[in-house]
Nanobody, 122 residues
Framework: VQLQAYGGGLVQAGGSLRLSCAAS????????MGWFRQAPGKEREFVAA????????YYADSVKGRFTISRDNAKNTVYLQMNSLKPEDTAVYYC????????????????WGQGTLVTVSS
């Protein structure tokens, strides 16, 4: 599975962005998907995850109620809708694919996209 994340950019605090992650391959619908982010000078952290069917979603406490993860298996794409953005959301955002039981920790993810930069100005 090859992943390409896009949709990042510069936005003012309080604004919104929608990230997309396009996947190649016919098996996309079999993979759980996750979004992670890495802020400058910090370790990469979990943001959100969605099961292969879309029936289960999980969020980091820091984004709960503001971000929404979704997927369209017909389009081989997973999305991250980000609302009420804060300067501390500034980071490179990565999408990742995971086979098997849904896990939230990074070592469980098999494939990673290249990342897209989100910058939130105050």
């Amino acid at each position: 599975v090859q992943l390409q994340a896009y949709g990042g950019g510069l936005v003012q605090a309080g604004g919104s962005l929608r990230l997309s992650c396009a996947a190649s391959g016919r098996t996309f619908s079999s993979y759980n998907m996750g979004w992670f982010r890495q802020a400058p000078g910090k370790e990469r952290e979990f943001v959100a995850a969605i099961s292969w069917s879309g029936g289960s979603t999980y969020y980091a406490d820091s984004v709960k109620g503001r971000f929404t993860i979704s997927r369209d298996n017909a389009k081989n794409t997973v999305y991250l809708q980000m609302n009420s953005l804060k300067p501390e959301d500034t980071a490179v955002y990565y999408c990742a694919a995971q086979w098997g039981s849904l896990r939230l920790s990074q070592p469980n993810y098999d494939y990673w996209g290249q990342g897209t930069l989100v910058t939130v100005s105050s």
